[in-house]
């Protein structure tokens, strides 16, 4: 795949922020990364993420990294 290449990776961060009434500024402080970072998450333009973030993210947020990303079928 070439780096412009699309991917079929969907990411649910604007849901499980609103369904726990947190915004992406609470958030960002409970897991220490920018809200440019974060919002780049969850706009699904992310070209990778650490799985120390994805742990601090599903932490805060009581959910599991299948609940954040998914992928969507071809």
């Given at each position: 795949?070439?780096?412009?290449?699309?991917?079929?990776?969907?990411?649910?961060?604007?849901?499980?922020?609103?369904?726990?009434?947190?915004?992406?500024?609470?958030?960002?402080?409970?897991?220490?990364?920018?809200?440019v970072?974060?919002?780049?998450?969850?706009?699904?333009?992310a070209?990778?993420?650490?799985?120390?973030?994805?742990?601090?993210?599903?932490?805060?947020?009581?959910?599991?990294p299948?609940?954040?990303?998914t992928?969507?079928?071809?």
């Amino acid at each position: 795949m070439g780096e412009s290449a699309e991917h079929r990776i969907e990411v649910h961060l604007d849901d499980l922020l609103a369904a726990r009434g947190m915004t992406l500024v609470e958030l960002s402080a409970r897991v220490g990364v920018t809200v440019v970072n974060l919002s780049i998450l969850k706009n699904g333009h992310a070209r990778a993420i650490r799985f120390s973030t994805l742990t601090a993210i599903c932490d805060a947020l009581g959910c599991t990294p299948g609940e954040l990303i998914t992928i969507q079928e071809p």
